[in-house]
């Protein structure tokens, strides 16, 4: 049973909460051993249970940068068109430090939202020359004078990819994604990593994962997961041979109290998207 071994290894503790139910919790750094799920390979990089979530939960220092753009629902075909013309201008040139992995339109779920998704390999210095150079660049001003007459409000969300789950990678065939994002409780951002770093084989029918990411700036213990499908009907399909698994119902059941909230969207890549 996945929850009764990672307790097992980890010696966890239940604790209990006002509504009655056990909440999951670690029990103290002396009496943890650190990072039962890696590999013996990854150990050595993390020596105590007290480093930083950046420095256990990831083995690369690229940081990933989510930006949500809510627009016009008169202007969306202006503003795909405008975006299609400077992201990949962006993402291909070598004076900008940075990798355009995604671009969507959120279909079902909240609607008139664009998501982009950016790479930077430099980690936190490669977005702050980033900055730098976008801000003198007159094409790029022009644009975003133009973008930001289209939207109504913006906002990103800074973060760092599992080290489980890896870089996203190009998908054949993905019609549609979907981007589930779970508002952890303070403090729980181990626990998850624990139980999906065992668990993600389970969520990989039909390769559907795309990518797991936990924020660093924004909205803290907020946690991204992004899958692709050929269709809404083979999203379906796949959640039925997911639940079929051994060890799936204790994934989510075993997960599901450590969240706040849980949040689903339905995303169709744009033409110019690299993950499509």
Not at 221 to 233: A, D, E, F, P, W
Not at 244 to 271: A, M, V, Y
Request: charged share 20%; hydrophobic share 35%.
């Amino acid at each position: 049973m996945l929850r009764a071994l990672i307790r097992k290894q980890r010696g966890f503790l239940i604790s209990p909460v006002p509504n009655g139910r056990g909440l999951v919790t670690s029990t103290p750094p002396h009496r943890v051993r650190a990072w039962d799920w890696f590999t013996d390979s990854h150990r050595p990089s993390v020596e105590t249970p007290t480093a930083a979530h950046s420095e256990k939960l990831s083995a690369t220092t690229a940081i990933y940068e989510l930006q949500f753009h809510n627009i016009h629902s008169d202007c969306i075909d202006r503003y795909m068109k405008l975006c299609e013309s400077e992201l990949p201008r962006i993402s291909g040139a070598d004076e900008f430090p940075c990798e355009l992995l995604g671009s969507w339109m959120s279909v079902h779920g909240i609607q008139d939202q664009a998501l982009h998704l950016w790479v930077y390999d430099n980690g936190y210095q490669g977005l702050q020359d980033l900055m730098a150079v976008l801000h003198a660049d007159k094409t790029n001003t022009a644009f975003r004078k133009e973008r930001n007459k289209l939207i109504t409000t913006r906002n990103n969300q800074i973060s760092m990819e599992f080290s489980f789950w890896g870089r996203p990678q190009p998908r054949v065939g993905c019609e549609i994604y979907q981007l589930q994002a779970y508002r952890l409780h303070p403090g729980m951002l181990v626990e998850w990593a624990n139980y999906w770093a065992r668990g993600l084989s389970i969520a990989q029918t039909d390769n559907k994962a795309v990518g797991g990411f936990f924020s660093e700036i924004g909205r803290l213990y907020q946690v991204h997961h992004i899958y692709g499908y050929t269709s809404l009907q083979r999203r379906e399909e796949i959640r039925q041979l997911s639940s079929q698994q051994p060890g799936w119902d204790e994934l989510i059941s075993s997960t599901r109290p450590l969240c706040i909230e849980i949040e689903s969207r339905i995303l169709k890549p744009l033409p110019y998207s690299p993950l499509r």
